[in-house]
């Protein structure tokens, strides 16, 4: 079993819609939780960063995480055309510098 | 201000030859970290460099081995490549103080193919 599990997609919805990706872990010891958007033959880009449990909003974009069932959610409202990238979750441990990355879901957001 | 900067932006090389791979943190950052990403994967870590010196390392064989300068930007050699190498390399910066270590902003990558 991976450290990190993450529907590869491809996920594909229309113009508008919400959408959610997910990432489940197996080490309960991950404190800092991590969303990348990346367009392709690009870097990763951060775009929400999380300590713990709770929620953390950001314009379109909401980070979940739920530390007692080891899940993590990134929703995207009103989702764009620009949105379709693959998306990334990744976390670390308290005291280490090594991110932990999901293997990416891939997003289409078809006008 | 400047985002990580890495060079080149691709690289073709042969079996059992070296490279050497570069990058420039974003600035008013101390630490860089590398990363493989392998074709439909999530990045791997590789390891991390602060203060000059390699301060985590990830499931990586010697080959792989790294430098930092004292302007922070760092290099990542690999020697004796194989085929698997073949992989888009991440440059990643982080300021070493309080939670923003935690976050890490990645360059663009160099794109390695090894024949």
């Known amino acids: 079993q991976k450290e990190v599990e993450q529907d590869p997609g491809p996920l594909s919805v229309p113009e508008g819609a919400i959408v959610s990706l997910n990432c489940t872990y197996s080490?309960?010891?991950?404190?800092?939780f991590m969303w990348y958007r990346q367009y392709s033959r690009k870097g990763p880009e951060l775009l929400m960063y999380?300590?713990?449990?709770g929620n953390k909003e950001d314009g379109r974009f909401t980070a979940q995480v739920d530390k007692s069932s080891k899940y993590i959610s990134l929703f995207i409202r009103d989702s764009q055309p620009s949105d379709s990238a693959t998306y990334l979750c990744?976390?670390?441990?308290?005291?280490?510098?090594?991110?932990?990355f999901g293997k990416g879901t891939k997003l289409s957001v078809i006008p | 201000d400047a985002g990580v900067t890495q060079s080149p932006t691709h690289l073709i090389k042969t079996r059992g030859q070296q490279v050497t791979l570069r990058c420039s943190p974003k600035s008013g950052h101390d630490t860089v970290s590398w990363y493989q990403q392998a074709l439909g994967q999530g990045p791997q870590f590789i390891f991390q460099y602060y203060e000059e010196e390699e301060r985590q390392r990830g499931n990586f064989p010697d080959r792989f081995s790294g430098h930092q300068f004292p302007n922070y930007s760092s290099e990542l050699n690999v020697n004796a490549l194989l085929l698997g190498d073949s992989a888009l390399y991440l440059c990643?910066?982080?300021?070493?103080?309080?939670?923003?270590?935690?976050?890490?902003?990645f360059g663009p990558g160099t794109r390695l193919l090894v024949l």
């Open positions: 080490n309960s010891a991950f404190q800092y």
């Open positions: 999380t300590y713990s449990s």
């Open positions: 990744a976390m670390s441990l308290a005291g280490s510098y090594q991110l932990t």
């Open positions: 990643a910066s982080s300021l070493d103080f309080g939670t923003q270590k935690e976050t890490q902003y």
